[in-house]
Nanobody, 117 residues
């Protein structure tokens, strides 16, 4: 079964940066490489929300609040997707997850990002 393992979260002050990683263990290369992979965020009491995505060809899209601050990338050889987060704000706080946008697999445990003011 495919496992998504997110990492890289932590506590950072507003204005700081973090780089999240998401490794798609056991996802076969022929599935991972063309897949659009997305990053999502969830805060307590709210639904998981879309943050950013990268297609198999490298096209990216972002939700408006993170445009210009976050950058999504991927390394197909490592079956890993990254989220570089700069100029972090307290409202970026939450648990971050990744998944296949069009064919979701079971969610991983996520990685907690806490931005202090």
């Amino acid at each position: 079964q495919v496992q998504l393992v997110e990492s890289g979260g932590g506590l950072v002050q507003a204005g700081g940066s973090l780089r999240l990683s998401c490794k798609a263990s056991r996802m076969i290369t022929s599935v991972f490489n063309p897949s659009t992979m997305g990053w999502y965020r969830q805060v307590p009491g709210k639904q998981r929300e879309f943050i950013a995505a990268i297609s198999g060809t490298g096209s990216t899209n972002y939700t408006d609040p993170v445009k210009g601050r976050f950058t999504v990338s991927r390394d197909n050889a490592k079956k890993t997707v990254y989220l570089q987060m700069n100029s972090l704000k307290p409202e970026d706080t939450g648990v971050y997850y990744c998944n296949n946008v069009r064919a979701p697999v079971p969610w991983g445990k996520g990685t907690l990002v806490t931005v202090s003011s």
